[in-house]
């Protein structure tokens, strides 16, 4: 929108406050219409507005940050969904933001980019970041979002272990990564994961491989001994 940071900085300055955010929309095409009404600005507790607008919060973009926002934070160095690092981190050093509703904000759908283009072990650079997120949620008390940055993590690492199947992954390294992944999930959360057998069989070999291939390989001479 032509008046976007305009109306973000007009929203920072009448609300004292360090960071404005406005609604977006994903489009292929032109600018949404937008009603007068969602032009006006409001302010909004950031323990608030991170739970109502879970999207908006943790994007950087359609957002306007006072310069001093990144003197202590700053985006990390070769990673993907560098948002997910960094965006709440920056929001929850602050009480309050102001937001205007209107969407002002055109997300271009880019079915080359990163979140719409096909599957690679890059990917598994967002389970870092949503460990960072609930290491974060969890010294801080918000055990709300710990709890649903945890609810990503773990469906995350099921996506991951089963891309790598899918796409034939057959890098070490790859697989190493996976492996501290779950065991570090085990180790912290085990104890309160409300899944079915199946899937906590599924996380447990994907934390103890070897463990896996032992079973498996038993199990195939038993069937073989028994016919």
């Known amino acids: 929108h032509p008046e976007y940071l305009q109306r973000l900085l007009?929203?920072?300055?009448?609300?004292?406050?360090?960071?404005?955010?406005?609604?977006y929309v994903e489009t292929e095409d032109d600018m949404p219409q937008i009603l007068q009404k969602e032009f006006e600005p409001v302010v909004w507790k950031v323990e608030d507005f991170?739970?109502?607008?879970?999207?908006?919060?943790?994007?950087?973009?359609?957002?306007?940050?006072?310069?001093?926002?990144?003197?202590?934070?700053?985006?990390?160095?070769?990673k993907i969904h560098e948002d997910e690092f960094v965006t709440y981190r920056i929001l929850f050093q602050y009480q309050k933001l102001a937001a205007i509703a209107a969407p002002m904000y055109a997300y271009f759908?880019?079915?080359?980019?990163?979140?719409?283009?096909?599957?690679?072990?890059?990917?598994l650079d967002v389970l870092d970041a949503w460990k960072e997120q609930v290491l974060f949620f969890r010294k801080n008390g918000y055990s709300l979002f710990e709890k649903g940055s945890l609810?990503?993590?773990?469906?995350?690492l099921f996506e991951c272990s089963e891309q790598c199947r899918v796409h034939g992954i057959t890098n070490k390294n790859v697989y190493n990564d996976i492996k501290l992944k779950a065991r570090w999930l085990l180790r912290n959360y085990g104890s309160s994961f409300n899944y079915?057998?199946?899937?906590?069989?599924?996380l447990f070999w994907m934390a103890f491989p070897l463990a896996a291939k032992a079973y498996h390989s038993?199990?195939?001479?038993?069937?073989?001994?028994?016919?």
Do not use: M
């Not at 759908?109 to 990917?123: A, D, Q, Y």
């Not at 079915?196 to 599924?202: A, G, R, V």
């Open 10 to 23: 007009n929203a920072a300055v009448l609300y004292d406050v360090d960071i404005s955010a406005c609604g």
């Open 50 to 78: 991170y739970r109502e607008n879970h999207v908006n919060a943790i994007v950087a973009w359609g957002k306007l940050y006072r310069k001093s926002c990144f003197e202590k934070i700053c985006y990390p160095v070769g």
């Open 109 to 123: 759908i880019n079915p080359k980019g990163i979140t719409k283009s096909g599957w690679s072990p890059k990917r």
């Open 151 to 156: 609810q990503l993590y773990v469906g995350g």
């Open 196 to 202: 079915d057998k199946e899937k906590k069989l599924h």
């Open 218 to 227: 038993l199990k195939a001479a038993v069937k073989k001994i028994r016919h």
